[in-house]
């Protein structure tokens, strides 16, 4: 079983910088890829960004060139840092942890970002 918590949520303005944290605890074993993604109400979960096990880096275009994600996998931590925020950023940000072997997924219980004009 592995946990997965979010941090690093909250309000900022326009253009402004948020840092999202993601903390895998249990038995994330060695070959992993971390990903985030983002809900709004009343639409589907979208993903954000990725990074692999072996550390290649994927994002989709709303945020190319804004948002950078990385990984500490001595620690199993996962790290999107966010720029340039927009309004259109605003969501529920959420975790998640790939056992790449066993196909499993786990996800965190999310942090809100919100961000105001």
């Known amino acids: 079983q592995v946990q997965v918590v979010e941090s690093g949520g909250g309000l900022v303005q326009v253009g402004g910088s948020l840092r999202l944290s993601c903390a895998a605890s249990g038995r994330p074993y060695n070959k992993y890829d971390m990903a985030w993604y983002r809900q709004t109400p009343g639409k589907e979960r979208e993903f954000v960004a990725a990074i692999t096990w072996g550390g290649n880096a994927g994002y989709a275009d709303s945020v190319k060139g804004r948002f950078t994600v990385s990984r500490d996998s001595a620690k199993n931590t996962a790290t999107l840092q966010m720029d340039n925020l927009t309004p259109e950023d605003t969501a529920i940000y959420y975790c998640?942890?790939?056992?790449?072997?066993?196909?499993?997924?786990?996800w965190g219980q999310g942090t809100q970002v919100t961000v105001s004009s």
């Open positions: 998640q942890v790939t056992l790449v072997l066993l196909r499993q997924d786990y």
